[in-house]
């Protein structure tokens, strides 16, 4: 059995069926343990929770394995049942604890307060926003924001996980990446202010 | 729009955003034009493929090894997560034992089995009785960031084993690399040292059969990298 690949594994559980097949998934998930356990303990950051937190994957993936479309790699698919979990687990323990202590301090971007938003359309400024983030920030900064403020992952969390080894970890990424941003809206917000020279032109820079 | 709803609008995920199927082709170096052109333009892509690529290639360092390892004992051991073959709905979660509550129990138990590497009776099941998961192989070397290709693969015994089966993955699960052993150690040889080149994390498993070729036991795959320079 060991010479099987996930995929021909899930294959093999879901021609048998349960419980028949169940010997295939055993197979099939105990080659996983490890990297699901360092990822929830990573999240986690502690030995408790993380254990929780990777037998519930266990559960969920064990409850959906009927539908793995094989349309990705079943490493993947394990993934994604991962990263939702653990990131809702963790937005619900950081609501719960009202802790606040975890996030990073957010001020005012320019256009965002009463500047500019009123002359560019929200979804346009987003758009806007979009590029800029594409194109101002680094991988390591573009990851670090998007865990803390799409997903909600405490920064601490977010250091181990990507295991950051700077002093401060996941903030200081946060830090230089709003830094660029507001550099980068800024000049956006000058341009957008200044008179323009006739109807529908914008002069050039 | 305040500043967090607009870090938020401006990070999240688009219509354009790339499927898992992309993303992991991207983690293995292997995009599709396509992606590899939204790439560069999507912040939440690459944080995506990173994120992505922190669970496949993962490696525990040094201070992690014990925890991760005593997750994964506890995950083989209590199989909680058969727990939920009667159901697959969210009540499920209700009547499975959280480890929490046992852990002083656990780390005694754990203790005591891993470290003498003997067979435990299995954690009771709703509809099989399954002796062969009862045994356990825990891995020992290599794992984490090595400084030298390791020259040996390292296990524990498995009572009435016979023959152990080794393999040299990718971390994608692939098989790159195969050997048998007598014992619970394979000297590993050139061809296979030379599989482990500088950064690239590979993982190893090993089963166990006896004499019939029946499998007694597996082991989880166990991440490892040779880091050029590294401790």
């Known amino acids: 059995m060991s010479s099987l690949t996930d995929e021909e594994l899930v294959a093999k559980y879901l021609e048998a069926g349960r419980p028949a097949g169940t010997r295939y998934a055993d197979e099939l998930f105990q080659r996983h343990y490890g990297r699901v356990a360092l990822w929830c303990f990573r999240l986690a950051g502690d030995r408790e929770m993380a254990t929780d937190l990777a037998q519930d994957v266990f559960v969920k993936a064990w409850a959906h ?34 802790d606040a202590m975890d996030r990073a301090d957010i001020e005012d971007f320019p256009g965002t307060a009463a500047g500019f938003d009123r ?14 983030m594409a194109a101002e920030l680094s991988p390591v900064e573009a990851k670090v924001m998007m865990l803390h ?29 709003k830094r660029k941003l507001k550099t980068a809206l800024n000049r956006l917000a000058l341009r957008s202010r200044r008179p323009s020279t006739g109807e529908g032109s914008t002069p050039d820079e | 729009m305040n500043s967090e709803d607009f870090l938020r609008a ?25 992606a590899a052109e939204h790439l560069p333009r999507c912040a939440y892509c690459r944080g995506e493929v990173e994120v992505l690529r922190s669970f496949l290639e993962g490696v525990p360092t040094a201070e992690e090894s014990s925890s991760v390892r005593r997750i994964e004992q506890n995950l083989r051991t209590s199989a909680a997560w058969k727990g939920d073959r009667r159901s697959t709905g969210p009540w499920a979660f209700l009547g499975r034992p959280r480890v929490g509550m046992a852990a002083a129990g656990l780390a005694a138990a754990l203790a005591v089995g891993v470290f003498l590497n ?12 399954d002796v062969v998961r009862s045994m356990d192989i825990v891995g ?55 599989l482990m080149t500088d950064r690239k ?8 059969e006896d004499g019939e070729s029946k499998t007694l036991a597996t082991s989880t795959s166990l991440p490892f990298r040779f880091v050029r320079g590294s401790k």
């Open chain 2, 201 to 208: 994390t590979l993982r190893w498993a090993v089963s166990a």
């Open chain 2, 10 to 34: 401006s990070l999240e995920r688009g219509e354009a955003c790339l499927a898992a199927a992309d993303l992991e082709a991207l983690v293995a170096g292997q995009g599709s034009p396509q």
């Open chain 2, 140 to 194: 020992i070397a290599p794992t984490g960031d090595l400084a030298e290709p390791p020259s040996a693969v390292r296990w524990s015994a498995v009572p009435g084993a016979v023959r152990y089966r080794v393999s040299l993955e990718e971390v994608d699960g692939t098989s790159i690399w195969r050997q048998t052993a007598s014992s619970a150690e394979l000297v590993l040889p050139a061809e296979a040292r030379e």
């Open chain 1, 65 to 98: 394995l009927d539908h793995f479309r094989m349309d990705s790699r079943f490493s993947t698919w394990l993934y994604m049942i991962a990263r939702n979990h653990c990131f809702n687990a963790l937005r619900q323990k950081q609501r719960s604890k009202e």
């Open chain 1, 119 to 132: 002359d560019l359309e929200q979804k346009e400024l987003t758009g806007v926003a979009r590029e800029i």
């Open chain 2, 118 to 129: 003997q067979p435990r009776p299995s954690a009771p099941e709703a509809d099989t009785v």
């Open chain 1, 149 to 177: 403020f799409v997903e909600d992952v405490p920064l601490p969390a977010i250091s181990r996980t990507l295991g950051l080894e700077n002093a401060s970890g996941a903030k200081a990424y946060v830090v230089s990446a």
